[in-house]
């Protein structure tokens, strides 16, 4: 998965923080890997019950088009200092499989949807740093801690 810097950056600042707040032990810190895993399995979770194939079309096609307008440059030097990084996500295979499936039935309901695995995983990691940005901390540290309850 690739994203601005900045936004891994930013990550790692709310794990930290959530670790702060709940007074936690640092040492079970979670990885912004494993956040990122987190969110895509939460996805997951949420349309296997339920789910409108036009509806999720639209709405992951309108997320990569806010998506690529945030991060569109206007000048040169706007380009330099947007630094991307890569994040390699360890995966179990039927997870990964899952998310293809899904994209490939969107695909069979209209042709013209193309998204990969990682452009998803990419949206949906940007959608939880927007959350961040908008300063739903609590929020987001709330469902975070309930997830990684469910999770062990």
Known sequence: MKAREIDFQRAEIFLDDMYSLTGEDPDNLI???SLVQMLYEDFLLQIRSHYQTEEMIKRLLEKRSVHHRHLTVESEEDWIDMKWSAL???????????????????????SKFKMTLHELISILFWDFIIEVR??????????LLSRMRDWD
Do not use: T
């Open 31 to 33: 990885s912004v890997a």
């Open 134 to 143: 908008k300063g739903n901390q609590r929020n987001l540290i709330k469902l």
């Open 88 to 110: 390699e996500i360890d995966m179990k295979r039927q997870l990964a499989l899952r998310g293809e499936v899904f994209l490939q039935d969107l695909r069979l309901a209209d």
